[in-house]
T-cell receptor, first 115, second 115 residues
């Protein structure tokens, strides 16, 4: 069990640029989640995949955001035309489909700074 | 609207004493509650959870109490240790359908345990 891996750990970009983050879940986990955390707040749900199917998207996920999980393994989160308000920690989490509780395993996150 | 609230931004306790972290929720549909711990530069780590059919769950030094009528839960850590110093997040979910793993987090409480 190598845990949930996220890349990069930090990203600094200029407003208007596109950025893409990658998440590698724990290998046997079918469910994958993206959350966003801003300073002084708890993580906020963005979207959720079961295998390659994106089953739910939050209202927070504007049309500038797109997430994919093409082969049901790793996932990418892309933000187009970044804005300063996008600056946050982007957290990925995974869980096994057979889980009877809602325990999520989180990665260390990607810290995005939009200048 | 903040459906899960942790009204104490910080808590300071002496090593060996009890730490009590509190959490309130407003959504009656929540039926599963979790506590996560987060160290700097790491993702949240699952600590303990409780289903709404119970009012107490214990795991070693950690006990979670749920008062459904008051829509309140608390995490007790006894005895507190310096290594417990971290940010603690309360989270809640409404099971069923496609909402599995969609957690609503509180703002977090910074716990500091002094030697």
């Amino acid at each position: 069990d190598t845990g949930v891996s996220q890349d990069p750990r930090h990203k600094i970009t200029k407003r208007g640029q596109n950025v893409t983050f990658r998440c590698d879940p724990i290998s046997e986990h079918n469910r994958l989640y993206w959350y966003r955390q801003t300073l002084g707040q708890g993580p906020e749900f963005l979207t959720y995949f079961q295998n390659e199917a994106q089953l739910e998207k939050s209202r927070l996920l504007s049309d500038r955001f797109s997430a994919e999980r093409p082969k049901g393994s790793f996932s990418t989160l892309e933000i187009q035309r970044t804005e300063q308000g996008d600056s946050a920690m982007y957290l990925c989490a995974s869980s096994p489909v057979a889980a009877t509780n809602e325990k999520l395993f989180f990665g260390s996150g990607t810290q995005l700074s939009v200048l | 609207d903040q459906q899960v609230k942790q009204n104490s931004p910080s808590l300071s306790v002496q090593e060996g004493r009890i730490s009590i972290l509190n959490c309130d929720y407003t959504n009656s549909m929540f039926d599963y509650f979790l506590w996560y711990k987060k160290y700097p530069a790491e993702g949240p780590t699952f600590l303990i959870s409780i289903s709404s059919i119970k009012d107490k769950n214990e795991d070693g030094r950690f006990t979670v109490f749920l008062n459904k009528s008051a829509k309140h839960l608390s995490l007790h850590i006894v005895p507190s240790q310096p290594g417990d110093s971290a940010v603690y997040f309360c989270a809640a979910s409404a099971k069923g359908g496609t909402s599995y793993g969609k957690l609503t987090f509180g703002q977090g409480t910074i716990l500091t345990v002094h030697p």
